[in-house]
């Protein structure tokens, strides 16, 4: 078994270890750097009442709490599932560097995780989606960004 192999299985183990405790679906999660696992994680959607609790945003968080660092360059990313568009939002903002999946999404779809409906929505106009987006005091709004601007201090990511 490779390296690669052994990671994998510890996702798969995640998210089996995570179904046995009622925590939430069948996904999980680790992520590697330099030959070590420093984060881990299953879906807990269920457990926390939280939809953004998935498998691989709960790598996330712990290796980003282990590592002391808001970003994840140098890590490689095992997920027993092929990412939702969220948790593929999550690994590119954490900037891993690889990233490994063992079932797909077609796979996800088969048991009732279908996340098409998130794909066909994003190229919407706004008024189109399913949830209406409207937007809404866009010059209350830019003060935020005016200030960060300006921030002297502050740290880029």
Not at 37 to 43: D, E
Not at 98 to 126: C, H
Not at 128 to 139: E, G, N, T, V
């Amino acid at each position: 078994m490779t390296d690669q192999e052994k990671y994998m299985k510890e996702a798969v183990n995640a998210a089996l270890k995570g179904m046995g405790n009622n925590e939430g679906g069948p996904f999980g999660c680790v992520i590697v750097k330099d030959g070590k696992i420093v984060g881990r994680g299953n879906n807990r959607v269920t457990s926390t009442n939280d939809p953004t609790a998935h498998g691989e945003v709960m790598a996330i968080r712990d290796a980003c709490k282990n590592l002391n660092s808001f970003q994840l360059d140098g890590c490689e990313l095992y997920t027993s599932c092929e990412p939702c568009p969220m948790c593929l939002g999550a690994i590119y903002w954490a900037r891993v560097d690889k990233v490994y999946f063992g079932s797909t999404q077609v796979d996800a779809a088969a048991i009732g995780f279908d996340d098409q409906f998130i794909y066909d929505e994003i190229p919407l106009p706004y008024s189109d989606r399913r949830i209406p987006f409207i937007q809404l005091a866009h010059d209350i709004a830019m003060e935020p960004f005016e200030k960060w601007s300006e921030k002297e201090d502050k740290t880029e990511y």
